[in-house]
């Protein structure tokens, strides 16, 4: 594939992208935050670093300055955690065994994953469905199991791994802005220190 195909590809699936779904995210982000319930997010290789940028995105970006803020763990941060429970118990195991110790209900859990069929996410989304949590979905491709099983489906409809994991990012970045749109009177942080945010 070349860049021009790549692009071609990508604004194609940004423009097909469900939209409603978006807003329906944004507003999940902001119930959360209002009712003091936590946001976990989880995925494999690029979709881990997706996950772990978007947690950093919310805990700083869309939280700077505000009392009330964004409680958002991304669980494939904690490394040494994560590598005992793939070693000890199983890598299908590595997400559900920290929500066994922190979930509680009505917090989020997103599980992103390109062919939706990741087994240590959907074990997580199945525990998280069962113990009354909300939970996302973001895939690719068909959207496998996880499409299925979430409470909230984000799919990008492409048969790519690469845009999936750009349209995902995309999605948080949306997301955010929207947060910080409505949070912070449509004056984001960007250049403020945080006596000039707060007075």
């Known amino acids: 594939m070349t860049r021009l195909e790549y692009r071609k590809l990508l604004q194609e699936t940004l423009s097909n992208l469900n939209l409603d779904s978006v807003g329906l995210m944004t507003s999940m982000f902001l119930e959360a935050r209002k009712n003091g319930s936590k946001i976990y997010t989880m995925g494999n290789g690029g979709s881990a670093a997706n996950a772990s940028h978007a947690a950093g995105d919310f805990l700083k970006g869309a939280s700077f300055g505000l009392e009330k803020r964004f409680q958002i763990i991304c669980l494939n941060d904690n490394t040494p955690s994560m590598m005992a429970i793939a070693n000890d118990i199983g890598w299908d195991d590595i997400f559900i065994e920290p929500l066994r110790n ?83 009177d449509n004056e984001p942080s960007m250049g403020k220190t945080y006596d000039e945010r707060i007075n």
Request: hydrophobic fraction near 45%; aromatic fraction near 4%.
């Open 102 to 184: 922190l979930l509680k209900p009505n917090d989020i859990v997103i599980g992103i994953s390109g062919s939706g069929n990741s087994k240590n996410i959907l074990k997580a989304i199945h525990f998280a469905n069962e113990s009354n949590a909300k939970t996302i979905g973001m895939t690719g491709f068909n959207g496998g199991e996880l499409k299925k099983i979430s409470d909230l489906s984000i799919h990008s409809p492409a048969m790519d791994m690469e845009v999936a994991e750009d349209i995902h990012m995309a999605v948080f970045n949306m997301v955010k802005k929207e947060v910080m749109s409505e949070l912070m």
